[in-house]
Every structure is written in C-alpha cells, then in structure tokens.
C-alpha cells in the first residue's frame, strides 16, 4: 500500500475509533445518547482531517465549530450538563459515571495518551472564540512566568464544589448550571483581555485554564505527536514562529520545550518550505 492511500485511511480509522467508543458507552450505560455524541464528535473530527488532508485551509476551525459549539450550546445550555471542571467534580463526588465524568475520562484523562492535547485544538469551546481573535502567533516571542496561576484555578473549581457537598448545599444540580454559566463568561471574559493584552490568542491555555493540570502529563506520552525529519530541516525557524504554543517541534524527544502543550493544529506542517514535519 502507498504512503499517499495510507493517509487518506487515517480519517477513516479516526472515525471507527471514536464509533467503537461511541458503540462500547450506548451499550454498557445503555443510553443511546453515547452513540449519538461520540458518533458526532468522531465525525467532525474524521471530516476535519479529510479536508486537511486536501489541503482546506480552514478544516480545523470548521471543526472546533462543530464540535465545540454542539458541546456548548447542545451540551451545556440546552442539556444543561456542566462539562467545566466543576461538573466532572460534581458527578465525580455523587458517584455517576456520566456525563462530564466520562467526557473527562475520554478526552482529557485518558485520551490524551493517543490525542495529546488535540482537545484544545479541535473542541475546546473556549478556544473555539479565541482563536477567531487577531493574534494567531504569540508576538511576544517569550512565555511569561504565569503557569503556576492554572493550578490555582484547578484548585479553587475543586474546593467551590466539594464546599457545596460539605455544607449540604441543596438544588446542585441548578448551581451546576448557573456555574457553567458564570465561568464560560470569566474564561472569555480573561481569554480576550489575555489575548488583546499579552498580543497572543492562546495565552488563557497557556496560564490559566485548569483542564491543563490533565492534559498535559499524559500528553507527555502521546502516541500522535509532529516528529521533524532532520535529513529534510534547514533549521529556518519557520515551525516555532507559527506555533500558536511556542512548542519547538525541530527537537522529536518528549522533553523538547513546551512538547505537552502541542495542540495538533498543523500550522508547523503546512507551513515548513521543506515537508521536514
């Protein structure tokens, strides 16, 4: 089989893997929801990959809109599921293995094993906005010292809601609800004053959002990563210049510089002059 018909497989074996997700929770929790769900995820993702591999400039953003709008809008404010940080804490403490417990467990937990962090670059509703903003590439060229200020909030989601089960706050579910509503609008809200601020429009992922303290140790041993070919590489510096992570994808160990925050955008591949990535 040629390297060009084993590519256009892999949208293929993207999609049967999320279906055989998708197949293994409608029939264990018996629920069709699970179906439906990663049957759509697997889909818009499978369908995002088909159009890159043809060369579609906007494949991934027409992914993050399917994917994180639905989680969003259907999910979150017309299902009324919280699947913040908040929500996978709430069912953690009940005891249900549903909803954002298991959307955690896929995606963020266990997922990035595989994906790494491929979340934050095709379904992070949060992302989803900030991305539209106008600086695609840090201009900065250097991180700021603010990583620590993602473990706080990852902390303070944690005590919010195990002091609601402590003092036997009642009606949790509505709080779950109105929660979900008030930090997507802090996370937008700091997300765009970050973004204008710091000239970057991924600066929330890389400081403040809590998700991060899961992603990134198993992104560490992600089996899909973006591996340099040397023999091709001219060293022009073109890759670190449009990662929107700042990760130098030059270096194929796994403890290159920024290496767990690679978002799979494919922005160092399309644009290397020499097909090195």
């Given at each position: 089989?040629?390297?060009?018909?084993?590519?256009?497989?892999?949208?293929?074996?993207?999609?049967?893997?999320?279906?055989?997700?998708?197949?293994?929770?409608w029939k264990t929790k018996d629920n069709i929801f699970y179906l439906f769900n990663f049957s759509y995820?697997?889909?818009a993702l499978a369908f995002g990959l088909f159009l890159f591999q043809r060369d579609y400039k906007h494949s991934r953003r027409i992914v993050q809109l399917l994917v994180g709008s639905y989680m969003l809008i259907y999910l979150g404010l017309i299902s009324?599921?919280?699947?913040?940080?908040?929500?996978?804490w709430y069912y953690l403490f009940t005891g249900v293995f549903e909803a954002a417990t298991i959307h955690y467990a896929v995606a963020k937990i266990f997922g990035p094993l595989i994906f790494g962090r491929?979340?934050?670059?095709?379904?992070?509703?949060?992302?989803?906005?900030?991305?539209?903003?106008?600086?695609k590439?840090?201009?900065?060229?250097?991180?700021?010292?603010?990583?620590k200020?993602?473990?706080?909030?990852?902390?303070?989601?944690?005590?919010?809601?195990?002091?609601?089960?402590?003092?036997?706050?009642?009606?949790?579910?509505?709080?779950?609800?109105?929660?979900?509503l008030v930090g997507n609008i802090l996370y937008y809200t700091v997300g765009i004053a970050l973004a204008f601020g710091l000239k970057d429009?991924?600066?929330?992922?890389?400081y403040i959002c809590p998700i991060t303290?899961?992603?990134?140790?198993?992104?560490?041993?992600?089996?899909?990563?973006?591996?340099?070919?040397?023999?091709?590489?001219?060293?022009?510096?073109k890759c670190r210049r449009v990662c929107p992570m700042d990760v130098d994808v030059t270096d194929n160990s796994r403890k290159r510089v920024n290496g767990t925050e690679c978002i799979l955008c494919m922005e160092c591949v399309k644009n290397c002059p020499k097909d090195a990535l």
């Open positions: 089989m040629d390297l060009k018909r084993e590519k256009s497989l892999i949208p293929l074996l993207l999609w049967l893997l999320f279906e055989g997700v998708a197949v293994i929770l995820i697997g889909t009324g599921e919280n699947m913040q940080l908040e929500g996978f491929g979340w934050c670059g095709y379904a992070c509703w949060t992302a989803m906005v900030l991305d539209f903003l106008p600086y590439t840090p201009r900065n060229g250097r991180r700021k010292k603010l990583e200020i993602r473990y706080f909030t990852f902390i303070l989601s944690l005590v919010f809601v195990s002091s609601l089960f402590l003092l036997g706050v009642g009606n949790l579910e509505r709080i779950m609800f109105w929660s979900f429009n991924r600066a929330f992922c890389k303290v899961f992603l990134k140790p198993s992104s560490y041993f992600s089996l899909l990563r973006i591996k340099c070919n040397k023999d091709k590489c001219i060293s022009c510096g």
